[in-house]
């Protein structure tokens, strides 16, 4: 059993980390590649097996299950986070947005508007940097435009550059840019609202087993003996944990998507 368990140890870590990937960093000292869900997968269940071989098999599986419970519960955390980031983000480009309007109808030259805006809004620093040191601020609005909740930049960088070229009012376009981005925003508000429900069901889900142990409980069971003891305890906990993992995810996802895409 033991050398059962090396094996399959050692080819666990293999497989996270390939030999080439060791000798990719020797001779090129750079940071390890990340692994992928090919790699992972597959090492996690040799290790689950090697495992398997050496500990009890029913608290072996709750061990595992509460490892997976903590990934999801750290990739849902990682959602939320870049969730929060692209709305700040987006208030902030609302914020500029705005300022511009208001700094170019006062009178204000659009590159000192850009380095006065800097304080409020700090993703327009490269743009500000550029408006600064006589660089293409154009070209600057259009790639800050490609950070998750900065895409109204892009309308101002279009502006900007149209702007330039034609001689063309900036502060008559950035109006529109303005109304385009209040739009979206509001759209965006509106989808929040749509998929409030639907996260609120995940929630729901994830509530669900321990509500099914306490249900077991009150009936006069011991379901935890079962759960803690027995194999077949420990898979249907496992499986149903599973399936609430996997439904949350999904759900998070496809309310992610429909906010970001708007």
Same mark, same amino acid.
């Given at each position: 059993?033991? $050398? ?34 090919? $790699? ?77 805006? $800097? ?70 508000? $509106? ?72």
């Amino acid at each position: 059993m033991r $050398e059962a368990a090396a094996l399959l140890g050692v080819a666990a870590v293999l497989v996270w980390r390939p030999p080439w990937s060791w000798i990719r960093v020797r001779v090129h000292p750079v940071t390890w590649p990340r692994p992928g869900r090919r $790699e992972l997968v597959p090492a996690a269940v040799l290790a689950s097996g090697a495992s398997l071989t050496v500990l009890p098999a029913a608290p072996t599986i709750l061990a595992w299950t509460a490892a997976g419970v903590a990934v999801a519960a750290a990739v849902r955390w990682q959602r939320a986070r870049r969730r929060r980031r692209r709305l700040v983000v987006r208030d902030e480009c609302q914020v500029v947005i705005d300022g511009l309007v208001g700094e170019l109808r006062s009178g204000v030259p659009p590159t000192t508007a850009l380095q006065r805006l $800097e304080l409020e809004a700090p993703v327009l620093r490269a743009a500000a940097t550029a408006a600064a040191t006589g660089g293409d601020v154009a070209t600057a609005l259009l790639e800050l435009g490609r950070r998750p909740g900065a895409e109204a930049l892009r309308g101002v960088g279009q502006a900007w550059a149209v702007s330039q070229s034609c001689g063309v009012a900036l502060v008559d376009t950035l109006e529109r840019v303005r109304e385009a981005a209040r739009e979206d925003r509001e759209l965006e508000r $509106e989808l929040a609202a749509g998929v409030a429900p639907a996260r609120a069901t995940a929630l729901l889900v994830i509530a669900m087993p321990p509500l099914g142990l306490g249900l077991g409980t009150g009936l006069g069971v011991d379901p935890l003996d079962v759960v803690l003891t027995t194999v077949p305890g420990a898979a249907c906990v496992a499986l149903g944990v599973a399936f609430a993992v996997a439904g949350v995810l999904w759900i998070e996802g496809i309310a992610d998507r429909l906010e970001a895409g708007g």
